[in-house]
């Protein structure tokens, strides 16, 4: 609500003020008047020009035309890159497709560091799943070692 200080260091001054029991107190003790908005467009302009609650926001405005570009991988290890402008986002997973959309070279070095990076994990998980599969079969070796030598006791 608007209100007007009539007595006081800012006697004679407008300013807005929540519509509390303070308020409504300082108002009946003559101390400031409460001025009536002149319309509907002016109460909502004064009232709810901050967001009606805590929660809403509002979405930061963006420049027309700046774009973030970044580069990560998925969940699977994919790599691809991300172009943002405004609420928009587009996924790029071949650097062909990210260059022509006009990709910086930075992001572009960086997709294919993470492509060369995929590429030697391939191999190196190739290497991995075969250490795994001689490493089992020593161990059923062992297995049929060690019941081999228990049932010999026995």
Same mark, same amino acid.
């Given at each position: 609500?608007?209100?007007?200080?009539?007595?006081?260091?800012?006697?004679? %001054?407008?300013?807005?003020?929540?519509? #509390? $029991?303070?308020?409504?107190?300082?108002? =009946?003790?003559?101390?400031? /008047?409460?001025?009536?908005?002149?319309?509907?467009? /002016?109460?909502?302009?004064?009232?709810?020009? %901050?967001? #009606?609650?805590?929660?809403?926001?509002?979405?930061? %405005?963006?420049?027309?035309?700046?774009?973030?570009?970044?580069?990560?991988?998925?969940?699977?290890?994919?790599?691809?890159?991300?172009? =943002?402008?405004?609420?928009?986002?587009?996924?790029?997973?071949? /650097?062909?497709?990210?260059?022509?959309?006009?990709?910086?070279? #930075?992001?572009?070095?960086?997709?294919?560091?993470?492509?060369?990076?995929?590429?030697?994990?391939?191999?190196? $998980?190739?290497?991995? /799943?075969?250490?795994?599969?001689? $490493?089992?079969?020593? %161990?059923?070796?062992?297995?049929?070692?060690?019941?081999?030598?228990?049932?010999?006791?026995?």
């Amino acid at each position: 609500m608007k209100i007007k200080f009539l007595s006081g260091p800012r006697t004679g %001054q407008t300013d807005h003020a929540p519509n #509390s $029991q303070e308020i409504q107190l300082l108002a =009946k003790a003559g101390i400031i /008047e409460i001025i009536p908005y002149k319309n509907f467009v /002016e109460f909502m302009s004064a009232e709810h020009a %901050q967001g #009606s609650h805590p929660s809403n926001s509002n979405v930061p %405005q963006v420049q027309a035309g700046a774009v973030e570009w970044s580069c990560s991988t998925l969940h699977d290890g994919r790599p691809v890159i991300w172009r =943002k402008r405004g609420n928009e986002t587009a996924r790029f997973e071949s /650097e062909a497709q990210a260059a022509h959309h006009g990709a910086p070279e #930075s992001e572009l070095k960086k997709f294919r560091d993470f492509v060369a990076l995929l590429a030697g994990a391939g191999s190196a $998980q190739a290497t991995l /799943e075969r250490a795994k599969r001689e $490493q089992l079969l020593r %161990q059923e070796e062992d297995k049929v070692g060690r019941a081999g030598v228990l049932w010999s006791r026995a």
